[in-house]
C-alpha cells in the first residue's frame, strides 16, 4: 500500500483508492469512489476491446461475427473522389473503436420487415478485414451501427 494517497491498482485487476491511513475507509467520499469505479470500466474496456481486435487480426474468429459500422465523412468522401487515392466507404471497429475492416462495397439498401413486422433498414457489403480475409454481411442501418459478417470461404488470407 502506498505512503501518500491515490488510486492503487490491486491484484484481481480493479483499482482502489488509498488516502494513505491504515484504518481509513477505502474511499474519502462517493464521488471519488464513482470515479475510481469509472477509470476501472474504461480500463477493462479498453484492453478488452485491445485484445478482440488483436484475436481478429491474427485470424482467430472463424465463424460469423459482430461489430459496428462506421460512415466515412462527406470530407473524406469527397477527397476521394477527387484524389487519386481510394479510401474505404466505411470502416467495421469494435465497440470502442479499433479497426478490424474496411468496406470495399456496399449495395443499396433494402427494407425487410423484422422485429414483429417493424420495417428494418439492411445494407448488404463485403470488406477486407485486418487479418488478410474479406468478409461479407449485413449492416443494420436502422437499428444502429450494428454488422453481422462472415468470412468469405475459399479466399486467401490467414485462417487458424
Not at 482467430?60 to 474505404?88: I, K, Q
Request: proline share 6%; hydrophobic share 35%.
Amino acid at each position: 500500500m502506498p505512503v501518500t494517497g491515490g488510486i492503487i491498482s490491486r491484484p484481481d485487476g480493479w483499482y482502489v483508492w488509498s488516502n494513505g491511513a491504515p484504518d481509513a475507509g477505502p474511499y474519502p467520499d462517493h464521488d471519488e469512489a464513482l470515479k475510481v469505479q469509472r477509470f476501472a470500466v474504461d480500463a477493462r474496456n479498453r484492453a478488452t476491446s485491445l485484445a478482440e481486435a488483436e484475436a481478429f487480426a491474427k485470424g482467430g474468429v472463424n465463424g460469423s461475427y459482430f461489430a459496428y459500422w462506421h460512415e466515412a465523412s462527406e470530407r473524406d468522401r469527397e477527397l476521394s473522389t477527387r484524389a487519386t487515392m481510394r479510401l474505404p466507404i466505411a470502416t467495421i471497429t469494435t465497440w470502442m473503436g479499433d479497426l478490424l475492416a474496411r468496406v470495399t462495397w456496399n449495395g443499396h439498401p433494402y427494407r425487410c420487415s423484422a422485429f414483429g413486422g417493424f420495417p428494418s433498414v439492411r445494407v448488404n457489403f463485403r470488406a477486407s478485414g485486418i487479418d488478410g480475409r474479406e468478409w461479407y454481411g449485413t449492416y443494420y442501418k436502422s437499428s444502429g451501427s450494428y454488422v453481422h459478417m462472415s468470412p468469405l470461404k475459399g479466399k486467401k488470407g490467414k485462417t487458424k
